[in-house]
């Protein structure tokens, strides 16, 4: 037990909640005692000295005394492998089936008695005690993977196993999934276990919601990515490397990557950031494009409470000017906290509600908690004991349902690793969608059992059916989160199959991407919490899941003035923009804190509106090439070292520089910009990069700098889309991507690309393969077109 646990168990211990969660707790315990005895004494081994290789598609197995490594360079430059026999599949991360094996990709002899497959991004060699090195076509060593060791218990079960590895010694690790503390992150250990912290976190809390075992390096040497495919429960321990400043006596980066069972196999992308992004988009599958309505503010609050506070909040948005396109219901809104249902004291319309905030141009969105209430007669807890031969729910090692304790009461769990549950849960939405709702977010599906102490979930001995290999929690409770967005994404498609589906969910594993987004989840208000927002959407984007953002204001508490606004700065520059916050904790809505916050909010979502074509574009982008929509500053230059380590800023596209606020009192701050003439969108002023450069930040808004030679689609002042160009360098063209908003459903889009140059001081704009049809407003250096 530790600090949190104390103070949680404190609070709830002596409420009936609070004893239902000691006697959870207590059962969970008991189970996993029964079911998981220890592991008893162990067996280390490790590969041994190389026997052998066979040739194989895309690169072969190479053999060792003790184990045997698989290795195969996939069509599109991902390179697998294996050791144990473990192959590409099953997955939860991937895609569909694996990559089909590069033909070209031989195994080969290499050095000193070891085995090489050189491919066209990558060469992976391999020494003759099992080492694995990723090098570059030049030779230059990206990562080398040491020796792996495994202990198994004598008895029998799973072998939890260690992979040391080395990096170069200026490299910076990202990914991992969510992490407060990131995006670049430091020395430390980070648990791959998704866990609900407790209500409230901040920059120090680890690990949070989503957790992945994906490490992306940027070096000198270049980009790569790694995937460790495996969801079990583990620990990664990172430390960053030490150049010798000149001695020659380098201290190399170091991972370590402890897993408690299940099969050591990776996969690894190398190149450029974007080419990076776009391999591991095509391997673990293209972003889901959110509706264009998502893409524009959104209000929540837990406790709205009745359909006449959602129309007073609607109505003061409206009669400030201010925009809004979602109003979300959180579990308020059901009754007796029960998911699929409707409290009809507070709410008797609900689709009456739905359909006149749509004729006012706001959607509803519906949360949607996994836990099934067991008591008072539910329908849906029936309904899904009568799926197949066992019902929907996880049961525990004697076969009975696992029963855990959340806002309903007690409450069983479906099994999200089982597809005839996800198609009946999936199935469920039409209820949702009947009473109005545009879309959903999934909330407590790490999953959460409140507990007076220990683990907020399941017991790891629960059994899952793991489409159908079948298994246990230890290897399910990091893809439940993943597993829920796919039956409710798959479900939304079915009922609804001429729209596209908008879902975003707090837990999730690799590939969450394919079925919607994220949000930080509850994180704390006050100023380290607005930074670890950042550090969010910036880290996720780089795991493959670009459309993210924070609970504005923080979730636990009432902001200030100034901390709301520099929070709604930032969320408008994120591609959820959400406020949010608990019951008890304060109104979100801007005018609530004063003329001066609600000028710089108008004026925020009115510049959110006119970049909304540039969001939709962003949307696509992210979608077909994999690169997220905020990015390190370091994107487009990592070999740039000051810029790798810049955490307090962000790249919106490539066109974009978003300087926010992060801290209190601030009215001026220094930014570090990448190479090239950059221009303040606000006051014009013009400054020169790469370096570091001092700009206005007014408390009525962030700093945000247009690179030269950008094209970006905007609304113009008449409604209609307009191409903003920030004058180009003479003898440096620039250009930019538009992708047109082709409604909410599947229909085929065209990218069109577009080119810019300064020719006899005029800006010049054109078009790749066709006329330019849209209105050019130049903007800039007093540039004329």
């Given at each position: 037990?530790?600090?949190?646990d104390l103070v949680r168990s404190v609070k709830l211990v002596g409420s009936k909640r609070g004893l239902r969660t000691v006697r959870s707790a207590w059962r969970r315990a008991r189970a996993d005692a029964r079911a998981l005895p220890g592991r008893g004494p162990e067996r280390a081994r490790v590969p041994g000295a190389v026997t052998g290789a066979e040739q194989g598609p895309g690169g072969g197995v190479v053999r060792f005394a003790r184990s045997e490594l698989r290795i195969r360079v996939a069509v599109g430059g991902a390179v697998f492998w294996g050791w144990d026999g473990a192959g590409p599949g099953p997955s939860y991360?991937?895609?569909?089936?694996?990559?089909?094996?590069?033909?070209?990709?031989?195994?080969?002899?290499?050095?000193?008695?070891?085995?090489?497959?050189?491919?066209?991004?990558?060469?992976?060699?391999?020494?003759?005690?099992?080492?694995?090195?990723?090098?570059?076509?030049?030779?230059?060593?990206?990562?080398?993977?040491?020796?792996?060791?495994?202990?198994?218990?004598?008895?029998?079960?799973a072998a939890r196993w260690v992979q040391r590895s080395e990096v170069a010694a200026d490299a910076r690790f990202f990914g991992l999934g969510g992490r407060a503390a990131g995006p670049r992150l430091r020395n430390g250990a980070y648990a791959l276990w998704n866990t609900d912290p407790g209500g409230r976190f901040g920059p120090g809390d680890d690990p949070l919601y989503l957790t992945m075992p994906v490490q992306l390096v940027v070096a000198d040497a270049g980009t790569h990515l790694v995937l460790y495919d495996n969801s079990w429960s583990g620990r990664v321990s990172l430390r960053e490397g030490k150049e010798g400043a000149?001695?020659?006596?380098?201290?190399?980066?170091?991972?370590?990557?402890?897993?408690?069972?299940?099969?050591?196999?990776?996969?690894?992308?190398?190149?450029?950031?974007?080419?990076?992004?776009?391999?591991?988009?095509?391997?673990?599958?293209?972003?889901?494009?959110?509706?264009?309505?998502?893409?524009?503010?959104?209000?929540?609050?837990?406790?709205?409470?009745?359909?006449?506070?959602?129309?007073?909040?609607?109505?003061?948005?409206?009669?400030?000017?201010?925009?809004?396109?979602?109003?979300?219901?959180?579990?308020?809104?059901?009754?007796?906290?029960?998911?699929?249902?409707?409290?009809?004291?507070?709410?008797?319309?609900?689709?009456?509600?739905?359909?006149?905030?749509?004729?006012?141009?706001?959607?509803?969105?519906?949360?949607?908690?996994?836990?099934?209430?067991?008591?008072?007669?539910?329908?849906?807890?029936?309904?899904?004991?009568?799926?197949?031969?066992?019902?929907?729910?996880?049961?525990?090692?004697?076969?009975?349902?696992?029963?855990?304790?959340?806002?309903?009461?007690?409450?069983?769990?479906?099994?999200?690793?089982?597809?005839?549950?996800?198609?009946?849960?999936?199935?469920?939405?039409?209820?949702?969608?009947?009473?109005?709702?545009?879309?959903?977010?999934?909330?407590?599906?790490?999953?959460?059992?409140?507990?007076?102490?220990?683990?907020?979930?399941?017991?790891?001995?629960?059994?899952?059916?793991?489409?159908?290999?079948?298994?246990?929690?230890?290897?399910?409770?990091?893809?439940?989160?993943?597993?829920?967005?796919?039956?409710?994404?798959?479900?939304?498609?079915?009922?609804?199959?001429?729209?596209?589906?908008?879902?975003?969910?707090?837990?999730?594993?690799?590939?969450?991407?394919?079925?919607?987004?994220?949000?930080?989840?509850?994180?704390?208000?006050?100023?380290?919490?607005?930074?670890?927002?950042?550090?969010?959407?910036?880290?996720?984007?780089?795991?493959?899941?670009?459309?993210?953002?924070?609970?504005?204001?923080?979730?636990?508490?009432?902001?200030?003035?100034?901390?709301?606004?520099?929070?709604?700065?930032?969320?408008?520059?994120?591609?959820?923009?959400?406020?949010?916050?608990?019951?008890?904790?304060?109104?979100?809505?801007?005018?609530?804190?004063?003329?001066?916050?609600?000028?710089?909010?108008?004026?925020?979502?009115?510049?959110?509106?006119?970049?909304?074509?540039?969001?939709?574009?962003?949307?696509?982008?992210?979608?077909?090439?994999?690169?997220?929509?905020?990015?390190?500053?370091?994107?487009?230059?990592?070999?740039?070292?000051?810029?790798?380590?810049?955490?307090?800023?962000?790249?919106?596209?490539?066109?974009?520089?978003?300087?926010?606020?992060?801290?209190?009192?601030?009215?001026?701050?220094?930014?570090?910009?990448?190479?090239?003439?950059?221009?303040?969108?606000?006051?014009?002023?013009?400054?020169?990069?790469?370096?570091?450069?001092?700009?206005?930040?007014?408390?009525?808004?962030?700093?945000?700098?247009?690179?030269?030679?950008?094209?970006?689609?905007?609304?113009?002042?008449?409604?209609?889309?307009?191409?903003?160009?920030?004058?180009?360098?003479?003898?440096?063209?620039?250009?930019?991507?538009?992708?047109?908003?082709?409604?909410?459903?599947?229909?085929?889009?065209?990218?069109?690309?577009?080119?810019?140059?300064?020719?006899?001081?005029?800006?010049?704009?054109?078009?790749?393969?066709?006329?330019?049809?849209?209105?050019?407003?130049?903007?800039?250096?007093?540039?004329?077109?």
């Amino acid at each position: 037990m530790d600090g949190r646990d104390l103070v949680r168990s404190v609070k709830l211990v002596g409420s009936k909640r609070g004893l239902r969660t000691v006697r959870s707790a207590w059962r969970r315990a008991r189970a996993d005692a029964r079911a998981l005895p220890g592991r008893g004494p162990e067996r280390a081994r490790v590969p041994g000295a190389v026997t052998g290789a066979e040739q194989g598609p895309g690169g072969g197995v190479v053999r060792f005394a003790r184990s045997e490594l698989r290795i195969r360079v996939a069509v599109g430059g991902a390179v697998f492998w294996g050791w144990d026999g473990a192959g590409p599949g099953p997955s939860y991360a991937v895609d569909g089936d694996a990559p089909a094996a590069d033909p070209r990709a031989v195994l080969e002899p290499g050095t000193d008695g070891g085995w090489q497959v050189v491919a066209e991004r990558l060469t992976v060699a391999v020494s003759r005690h099992g080492a694995v090195e990723l090098r570059t076509p030049g030779g230059v060593v990206l990562r080398r993977e040491l020796p792996p060791r495994w202990w198994e218990p004598v008895a029998g079960g799973a072998a939890r196993w260690v992979q040391r590895s080395e990096v170069a010694a200026d490299a910076r690790f990202f990914g991992l999934g969510g992490r407060a503390a990131g995006p670049r992150l430091r020395n430390g250990a980070y648990a791959l276990w998704n866990t609900d912290p407790g209500g409230r976190f901040g920059p120090g809390d680890d690990p949070l919601y989503l957790t992945m075992p994906v490490q992306l390096v940027v070096a000198d040497a270049g980009t790569h990515l790694v995937l460790y495919d495996n969801s079990w429960s583990g620990r990664v321990s990172l430390r960053e490397g030490k150049e010798g400043a000149g001695s020659g006596h380098d201290r190399p980066g170091a991972s370590e990557v402890r897993v408690d069972g299940g099969p050591l196999r990776c996969w690894a992308v190398a190149g450029t950031p974007a080419r990076v992004l776009a391999g591991w988009t095509a391997l673990t599958g293209a972003a889901a494009v959110p509706p264009s309505w998502a893409l524009g503010a959104q209000h929540a609050r837990w406790g709205f409470g009745s359909e006449r506070e959602v129309r007073r909040i609607v109505a003061g948005y409206r009669e400030r000017g201010l925009p809004l396109s979602v109003l979300h219901l959180d579990i308020d809104h059901y009754d007796a906290h029960r998911a699929f249902t409707v409290d009809r004291g507070r709410f008797p319309d609900l689709p009456g509600l739905a359909a006149e905030l749509r004729e006012a141009g706001v959607r509803l969105v519906s949360i949607v908690d996994p836990a099934v209430a067991v008591a008072g007669g539910n329908e849906v807890c029936a309904s899904g004991r009568a799926v197949g031969a066992s019902g929907a729910f996880v049961r525990d090692a004697r076969g009975r349902e696992v029963l855990g304790e959340v806002w309903p009461g007690a409450c069983v769990y479906p099994d999200f690793t089982d597809p005839g549950v996800r198609e009946w849960w999936g199935g469920l939405y039409a209820e949702r969608l009947a009473q109005g709702f545009s879309g959903v977010w999934h909330d407590m599906n790490e999953p959460v059992s409140f507990a007076a102490f220990g683990d907020p979930s399941l017991p790891r001995s629960a059994l899952h059916a793991l489409e159908g290999r079948g298994g246990d929690h230890r290897e399910a409770h990091n893809v439940y989160g993943l597993a829920m967005a796919r039956a409710g994404y798959e479900g939304l498609v079915r009922l609804r199959p001429e729209e596209r589906p908008f879902l975003f969910s707090r837990s999730g594993w690799v590939g969450l991407q394919r079925y919607g987004g994220t949000w930080s989840g509850d994180v704390a208000t006050g100023w380290p919490g607005l930074r670890a927002s950042l550090a969010l959407a910036l880290g996720l984007g780089l795991c493959g899941v670009p459309y993210s953002g924070p609970d504005v204001g923080g979730f636990d508490g009432s902001p200030s003035p100034e901390l709301y606004l520099r929070w709604f700065q930032l969320g408008a520059y994120m591609p959820l923009f959400r406020t949010h916050a608990a019951i008890g904790a304060g109104r979100r809505e801007p005018w609530e804190f004063g003329p001066e916050v609600l000028a710089g909010a108008r004026e925020v979502l009115l510049e959110r509106e006119r970049l909304r074509p540039y969001w939709v574009t962003l949307a696509r982008l992210a979608a077909l090439t994999g690169a997220p929509y905020v990015r390190p500053l370091w994107w487009s230059a990592p070999g740039d070292r000051g810029l790798r380590d810049c955490e307090d800023a962000f790249l919106l596209g490539d066109a974009l520089l978003v300087a926010p606020v992060l801290q209190p009192g601030v009215v001026r701050r220094s930014v570090r910009l990448p190479p090239g003439r950059w221009y303040d969108t606000v006051s014009g002023a013009v400054y020169e990069g790469p370096g570091r450069v001092v700009v206005e930040a007014p408390l009525s808004r962030v700093p945000v700098l247009a690179r030269a030679g950008a094209v970006i689609p905007v609304r113009g002042a008449d409604g209609g889309l307009e191409l903003e160009v920030w004058a180009p360098v003479a003898g440096r063209p620039g250009g930019g991507t538009v992708v047109r908003d082709a409604g909410d459903g599947w229909e085929p889009v065209e990218v069109e690309r577009y080119t810019s140059r300064l020719e006899g001081g005029r800006v010049v704009v054109e078009r790749d393969g066709g006329a330019v049809e849209w209105p050019v407003r130049v903007r800039g250096a007093g540039a004329q077109r």
